[in-house]
């Protein structure tokens, strides 16, 4: 994995953390007030399902720690740990994932997210096929908190840096060992990053910077860029103006 992913894979990372914690806490709550407002029918589902739940005392009994135990640990807690790990890889892929901006791209992922939590049966307890499709299309309003979490927090964690060359078949930008010429891409906010101009011997010049990007010697084919604000890095030629 390179330093720039890794990078983009820490604001991820924290917007995961905060959008999972939600995720996970409000499908755990959705979950609780899903099976309180379907107790009657949850009882006679476990009085017919599992012989030690038999009787009214004994139905009760594992209704209860259905809902002490068995949403905290079955619902909430590996609800809260994918959300987490779909948040740091947004960050990770999101140049690639689909849909346009943050929040589009990170409808993308949080979708994905819900069908493998469906596809393993992770999503909430549910009794019949009423109450698992209400839990669904509860599953799916977190969902949605969840998306506009990570998009908001990761806006805030990266920046947007574009880099541009006059003839990237001469000279190419390399960020951290990766090709970004003529490329955008997230950076965490206030990181560094090693740049490399890659071209003809004499070809380059000094480097451009605009709006929150610097470089430590901008006349240096080999330097070190910061990333305190979205913006530009760019090369200029010689016999150039700039």
Do not use: H, W
């Given at each position: 994995m390179g330093l720039n992913r890794s990078a983009s894979a820490?604001?991820?990372?924290?917007?995961?953390?905060?959008?999972?914690?939600?995720?996970?806490?409000?499908?755990?709550?959705l979950n609780y007030a899903l099976l309180e407002a379907f107790k009657g029918t949850a009882l006679a589902?476990?009085?017919?399902?599992?012989?030690?739940?038999?009787?009214?005392?004994?139905?009760?009994?594992?209704?209860?720690?259905?809902?002490?135990?068995?949403?905290?640990?079955?619902v909430v807690l590996p609800a809260a740990v994918v959300a987490i790990l779909f948040g740091t890889l947004y960050g990770m892929y999101f140049e690639y994932l689909p849909g346009g901006g943050y929040r589009g791209r990170a409808a993308a992922i949080a979708?994905?997210?819900?069908?493998?939590?469906?596809?393993?049966?992770?999503?909430?307890?549910?009794?019949?096929?009423?109450?698992?499709?209400?839990?669904?299309?509860?599953?799916?309003?977190?969902?949605?908190?969840?998306?506009?979490i990570i998009a908001q927090l990761y806006r805030r964690f990266?920046?947007?840096?574009?880099?541009?060359t006059p003839d990237r078949e001469k000279l190419k930008?390399?960020?951290?060992?990766?090709?970004f010429t003529d490329k955008t891409r997230t950076l965490s906010l206030h990181s560094t990053h090693k740049i490399r101009a890659l071209g003809e011997g004499g070809y380059f010049r000094s480097w451009l910077v605009s709006g929150g990007v610097s470089v430590r010697d901008p006349k240096s084919p080999e330097?070190?860029?910061?990333?305190?604000?979205?913006?530009?890095?760019?090369?200029?030629?010689?016999?150039?103006?700039?």
């Open positions: 820490i604001g991820g990372l924290k917007a995961g953390l905060v959008g999972g914690t939600f995720f996970g806490a409000a499908v755990g709550v589902a476990l009085q017919a399902t599992y012989s030690t739940c038999y009787g009214n005392a004994a139905a009760q009994s594992c209704f209860s720690r259905a809902l002490t135990y068995g949403i905290p640990f079955s979708i994905l997210m819900l069908l493998l939590l469906l596809l393993f049966g992770l999503a909430g307890i549910s009794v019949n096929q009423t109450t698992r499709s209400v839990m669904n299309a509860l599953d799916g309003a977190a969902m949605v908190g969840f998306a506009l990266t920046r947007e840096v574009r880099f541009e930008i390399k960020v951290d060992g990766k090709d330097t070190t860029m910061t990333v305190d604000g979205d913006g530009l890095l760019k090369t200029s030629l010689p016999g150039s103006k700039a």
